[in-house]
């Protein structure tokens, strides 16, 4: 039988401090009758994931782009392919906003104790996508104001000098992106002025995904520093997980934004549509096809009007509410189907349909605002698309009378088996101070699970993120949530609202057992912005 091999099998590359490693791979082909040729010159060399490297002909370059296990390969004219694993080993030090011989004085300073800083952000063992982007560490400190970083796991080992209380992991986050393997952080403190010793605090665990996450986000933010410069600051933002290097841009130019509000907006699952209001709350609608720029919905005095709208599976047709009351019309156009009976004295909002178009669900509430809402629940009801029937209405989250708690902003998880809601004390459900967030199943097969604790920072607006992923061999879905939680060093007293996103585990909620994991703060945000309702798609699409 005929064979192509790559040698050498195994490689390792041990990079420190930015060098680069160059070496010489070669290909042999053993043919049927046994004879053997060195092919070296005719294969096609590649490898798996191009950030570890580069090669030139038969030479591989590493560059220090990517850490851990990868495999080298090589393809013969014929359809051959074979393979090596290579691993690559990356260490280095980063000397930020600290003396250039800040590494020599902790390495003669002795150890000590009571002066250890604490860290602050990440929670331990917070568990973050592969394609993240970037890491914050954040500590507290009144003792010391010079420090070493050490961030570091089974591949990589890199070590920060600052004498500032954060530091950012950005053009050095490929390496673990890669490795994919937990990191360990630990911050070392000295006090500059008496430089003979040092204090070492309890290090803490951040673990990574197996898969990148995928999908688009698309937010509303409100920029308060350009605001106080008269710079408008305010507009639906979107970004790619699949480009973390690009930062969030502005849907709209000058040229198309429109004059008024548009933050009550919805995305096509596949990012090709947008629905939003012109004039605020209940104002005219309007659908805006990405890749054309087409305003697809009729304007004028005719156009519908909606307070919230959500788009089916496929993006042709709409769930728009207005006045407490569900219709279902078209994307193209604005043409009423069909009209959505509510329950006996109940008015409706907040819709959504399943991932898959088969399910449906909604607010009712028993107050008079459709998007404030008081003694709030949520109800699940089947839809045929081809039909565009609705099934009866059945009640998955009922308002808790008892406990004055009301249910709503329902999003449903990429299965289609469990929604995500915000809960808060009875009121107006808009900002509320108290909200948390909720899993719950469904079908009401499960009591709902708290997923966020903390009252009093407004955890709001949960959407999941459009894919699942992977930690270990157990699937994952990520949820993204407004929160006005402090973070870190950086907006340390809390009451900005940012994007947050924290993870569920559904096989260990079926087995009743705790599903939620630490939240993390989404790192591509401005640190002056307010930001809000989230929505996600598959993609990000734009103008041809």
Known sequence: MSQLVVSPSGFEARLFDDRVVDHQFTATYTAADGTVTDVTGEVEWSLEDTRFGKFHGSRLTVMGGGAGPTHVIAKMKGGHVATAPMTVY????????????????FDAASPAAGCAPTLAYPVDHTLVPANLGSLDVHWTDTKNDLFKVRVHNLYVDLTYFTSDSWLTVESDWS?????????????????????????????RYVDVTHEDARGAIYYWSTDWAQRAEGLGGQDIMRYDLGKPAIPPSPMFTDATRPATC???HALSRDGRRIALTMDGSSGRGAVIDL??????????????RWSSAVFNHDGTKLVAVQDGQMRLIRASGGDTIT???NTTGTIAGYPEFSPDGTKFVNVESTGTDDWAFGNASIVVRTFDNRANTFGAAHVVV???????????????????????????????????????????KADGSLPPIEMTTTAGVMDSWARWMPYANSAGDEPVYFLTFSSARPFGARIPEGGLPQIWAAPFYPSRAVAGSPSTG????VPFQSIYASNHNAQWTTAVVTAQ
């Open 518 to 521: 630490a939240a993390y703060r």
């Open 291 to 304: 890749p054309t720029n087409r305003q697809l919905m009729r304007g004028g005095p005719e156009a519908p």
């Open 262 to 264: 548009v933050g009550c």
């Open 90 to 105: 990356v260490a280095g030090t980063r000397t930020l906003s600290a003396p250039d011989y800040a590494a020599s004085l």
């Open 175 to 203: 390496v673990f992106a890669t490795s994919r393997a937990p990191i360990t952080l630990e911050v070392v403190g000295m006090r500059s002025g008496a430089p003979t010793t040092k204090c070492t605090g309890a290090a």
């Open 398 to 440: 009922p308002f808790d009378v008892d406990a004055g708690m009301q249910s709503y902003y329902p999003s449903w998880s990429p299965d289609g088996e469990w929604l995500a809601v915000t809960r808060s004390p009875n009121g107006n459900s808009y900002a509320n101070p108290d909200a948390t967030i909720w899993i719950v």
């Open 339 to 341: 009209t959505l009976a």
